[in-house]
């Protein structure tokens, strides 16, 4: 029988659970069997009992439940090329050699390191007599496939990534409580959100709880933002609101790669109009509570798919991802490379290719 083994590694994400419950069913009825690595990469260098088979029932009940049941954790000894042969003998040991990883990309790069040292490790255990030859010959190779897990929806490859939409709704919620206090004391409140490099939430729940002005790092605000955001705050109060709102990306900057922080929109509104705005950093809140039905649709969709994915196991390791609410693929590694490349785009002020080279309509 074929094994899979499901792990979730890096940050958690709402909808990792619809991920690896799909996996679970979706290989069994594929008549494979399924483990769950704990605490990501963590469980497999430490083997034992942190690599267990889950049932079709193990996986009941988790659907609507935020956070990861499997665990997840960051893994430095999976940085280390030791770390990485202790892996794999724990693997091999328990018969995996499907792996289906739900992370960022550090978790992508790392199970794709894994794989490429695969043979290396495999003739080197059997070498050392810690695995059979029989064991070396049946799992010769590591099949890997990828699905990202990231509130931050930054991945290249993909329209979205598993619990972005649960934080979206997260910060949506906690927006529309600070309009209805900030409505009664005719207050200004500056909201941080997530997304070192991606101003998706900032720019979605800006529209999604009528906020009156958005910061975001792929598109800096001209020189000029300070009194651009006055005179636009200015003209929405003089129109009857009651309220001004404004939302910040975490990693936005200003056209000279200065950080723009929610103090400095404070300082903008106690300065040059005179508001008394509160901040608000919405912080681990946004990764909390019920996944959204649609990380939970998707993410199911997407661990069936990958499921399919590593039983064929006939082409390089892909991403997972969504476009156009399909399922759809593309090379792990230069999904991975590419969005690194976005990143480093950003940061050196190179917007427009940025924004090019995420090739997505929005941000
Ligand atoms: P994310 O997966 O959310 O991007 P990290 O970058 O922290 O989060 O990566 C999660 C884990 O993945 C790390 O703790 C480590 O175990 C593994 N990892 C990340 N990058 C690498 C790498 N270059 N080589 C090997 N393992 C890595």
Redesign the pocket.
């Given at each position: 029988t074929v094994r899979i083994g499901v792990l979730t590694?890096?940050?958690d994400a709402q909808g990792m659970n619809a991920a690896v419950r799909a996996v679970v069913r979706a290989g069994i009825q594929a008549g494979a069997e399924v483990f769950g690595i704990h605490e990501?990469?963590q469980g497999a260098v430490d083997g034992g009992d942190q690599i267990r088979r889950l049932e079709w029932d193990d996986v009941g009940n988790v659907l609507a439940r935020g956070g990861t049941v499997i665990g997840t954790a960051?893994?430095a000894a999976?940085?280390e090329r030791d770390g990485r042969k202790r892996a794999a003998l724990n693997l091999i040991t328990h018969g995996i050699d499907r792996i289906i990883v739900i992370?960022?990309?550090?978790?992508l790069?790392?199970t794709d390191?894994l794989r490429e040292e695969w043979p290396a490790f495999v003739a080197e255990l059997a070498d050392a007599g810690e695995i059979t030859a029989e064991q070396a010959e049946r799992h010769a190779q590591l099949v890997i496939a990828g699905l990202v897990g990231?509130i931050d929806n930054d991945m290249v490859g993909t329209d979205m990534t598993i619990g972005t939409d649960s934080a979206l709704h997260r910060i949506t919620e906690a927006i529309d409580a600070i309009s209805s206090t900030a409505a009664s004391h005719q207050r200004s409140f500056v909201v941080e959100v997530m997304g070192r490099h991606c101003g998706y939430l900032a720019v979605m729940s800006a529209i999604a709880g009528a906020a009156d002005y958005v910061l975001i790092p792929e598109s800096p605000p001209a020189d000029d933002w300070k009194q651009h955001m006055s005179h636009v705050l200015r003209q929405s109060r003089r129109a009857g609101r009651r309220t001004s709102i404004v939302v910040i990306a975490e990693g936005t900057q200003d056209r000279q790669g200065n950080p723009i922080t929610p103090e400095d929109v404070r300082v903008v509104l106690a300065d040059e109009m005179g508001e008394d705005a509160r901040v608000t950093i919405l912080g681990h809140v946004q990764r909390g509570g019920t996944p959204s039905a649609y990380d939970r649709w998707m993410a199911t969709m997407l661990g069936h798919a990958a499921v399919g994915e590593v039983l064929r196991g006939d082409r390089e390791p892909q991403l997972v991802a969504v476009r156009g609410n399909r399922p759809t693929f593309m090379p792990l590694m230069e999904a991975v490379a590419a969005t690194r490349r976005v990143a480093s785009l950003i940061e050196e002020g190179r917007y427009d290719e940025a924004m090019a080279a995420r090739g997505r309509s929005f941000v």
């Open positions: 590694s890096g940050g990501g990469w960051r893994c999976f940085r992370g960022g990309d550090g978790s790069t790392g390191r990231s």
